[in-house]
């Protein structure tokens, strides 16, 4: 399995635009987070996914921000308008519900100017 | 507020050396002490994981100590190399809640030659 896959790697947009991330989990995995990386916040949870559904999005930062699991091999991330306080690299990461390890992806480093 | 305290933020120790990072968590509810690795421009891998019913597991040169009545865990990596130099996050989960994981804030290690 090539592990979790995200893309783009790199995203530059202006403020006010829209900005989709994708993520690909590891196959049969059902447990899917987000997860953002800041120097000033650290790790912090987003939004975790199970079985599609989402389950717990307490940590999603504004209205601003949506996700979205339509399929058990796909889940985007939006932020509509984005800001330049969205600059961060956003990490995706999937296990099987009931299992302890998480794997993630490489990121997406998202600069907004 | 921060469930997990991480300290120190950053060290340098010298080849052969012994790396100590140590964490502190808040929510007696978390059954799951995990340790990822982060190296530039990649995602957080697991490293070394431990549950509380144990005081201490090791893998290879890599050693967990938990202490449950203190509600405190470390990281100690012996004989340390220069391809250790990597960021270190503690993290803290309850497995029955889907396993989200709340980090610790990162130690930056510097093995030097």
């Known amino acids: 399995d090539a592990g979790v896959i995200q893309s783009p790697r790199h995203e530059v947009t202006e403020m006010g635009q829209e900005v989709t991330l994708r993520c690909k989990p590891i196959?049969?995995?059902?447990?899917l987070f987000w997860y953002r990386q800041t120097m000033m916040r650290g790790l912090e949870l987003l939004i975790y996914f199970n079985n599609n559904v989402p389950i717990d999005d307490s940590g999603m930062p504004e209205d601003r921000f949506s996700a979205k699991m339509p399929n058990a091999s796909f889940s985007t991330l939006k932020i509509q308008p984005s800001e330049p306080r969205d600059s961060a690299v956003y990490f995706c990461?999937?296990?099987?519900?009931?299992?302890?390890?998480?794997?993630f992806g490489q990121g997406t480093r998202l600069t907004v100017v | 507020q921060q469930q997990v305290k991480q300290s120190p933020q950053s060290l340098i120790v010298q080849k052969g050396g012994i790396s100590i990072i140590n964490c502190a968590y808040e929510?007696?509810?978390?059954?799951?002490f995990p340790w990822y690795q982060q190296f530039p421009g990649k995602g957080p891998a697991l490293l070394i994981a431990?549950?509380?019913?144990?005081s201490e597991k090791k893998e290879g040169r890599f050693t967990i100590s938990f202490n449950k009545s203190a509600k405190q865990f470390s990281l100690h990596i012996m004989d340390s190399q220069p391809g250790d130099s990597a960021t270190y996050f503690c993290a803290a989960s309850r497995v029955a809640a889907g396993n989200k994981l709340t980090f610790g804030g990162g130690t930056r290690v510097l093995v030097k030659p």
């Open positions: 431990i549950r509380p019913d144990v």
């Open positions: 196959s049969g995995h059902n447990s």
């Open positions: 990461a999937s296990s099987l519900r009931g299992d302890t390890e998480a794997f």
């Open positions: 929510n007696t509810a978390f059954d799951y």
